[in-house]
């Protein structure tokens, strides 16, 4: 018999632990789309679970090559079952200490659901889209992002004493920096009373299509009641109306 060939085993280098030598810095890497469990504060019921997409990025400096992807969901682990508004600042300082990184960024979409009653004097379970970004770097910024359904009656429900079918006008988008925590609700409740103002139906519903029914009072309205908020150190407003074959949009930003 003949002598048998050695076993030869290849390492496979760590390439992403690697220096990397060309000075040129990745502004973001990370993971996107990851359905996580979170926990809201509700006025009402104290919190709200809720499931949630989070994108995680961090700015990598350029002696690294990569990162490992598995860190971004270790470190939202750690905070599993305290991800909020007030635990959104130490999971970015976890980010940055635990990824060697230069800055981080999350983003957290959800659903949140209250009671409201339309036209009915029922109550209904109504789904409003909000969105938590933050970053953290050489400074601390966090902002929220709330869309708000615009459905007010018709004039045809409103004479004939129809129930309530609503008509889904558009939607009015609210982006907000805080100075002190504000409650989703207060926005939320403050975007619908300064809207259903404006939709208010007169006597002389052709003056009211003309007046009221525009993008532009709507996100002026909205603006006038943020700027003037002692909380809120900025602001973005955006109303849209989903007509026929378009739609028309407003915005307005401050201060």
Request: glycine residues 4%.
């Amino acid at each position: 018999m003949g002598l048998e060939k050695p076993l030869v085993i290849n390492i496979m280098k760590d390439i992403q632990s690697q220096r990397d030598e060309r000075f040129i810095n990745i502004r973001k890497v990370g993971v996107k789309d990851i359905s996580y469990p979170i926990t809201v504060l509700d006025k009402a019921n104290k919190v709200q679970h809720t499931l949630a997409k989070v994108n995680m990025y961090v700015n990598l400096p350029h002696q690294f090559k990569g990162i490992h992807m598995s860190r971004f969901i270790e470190v939202l682990n750690r905070f599993h079952g305290r991800i909020n508004f007030r635990s959104f600042h130490a999971i970015l300082k976890e980010m940055v200490e635990r990824l060697q990184a230069e800055a981080a960024h999350m983003e957290i979409e959800f659903p949140y659901f209250l009671k409201k009653k339309r036209i009915i004097n029922k109550p209904e379970l109504i789904e409003y889209r909000c969105s938590m970004y933050g970053t953290l770097d050489s400074s601390d910024s966090l902002s929220l992002k709330i869309d708000v359904p615009i459905s007010p009656p018709t004039p045809v429900q409103i004479d004939s004493g129809l129930p309530g079918s609503l008509g889904l006008w558009g939607f009015a988008r609210t982006s907000l920096s805080f100075r002190h925590f504000i409650w989703i609700e207060y926005i939320i409740d403050m975007v619908e009373k300064v809207t259903s103002h404006d939709l208010r139906w007169p006597v002389d519903k052709r003056a009211a299509a003309e007046r009221y029914l525009s993008v532009e009072s709507m996100a002026d309205s909205l603006a006038q009641k943020l700027v003037t908020h002692p909380d809120i150190c900025k602001f973005k407003v955006t109303v849209e109306n989903f007509a026929r074959g378009f739609t028309t949009y407003a915005s307005i930003q401050g201060p």
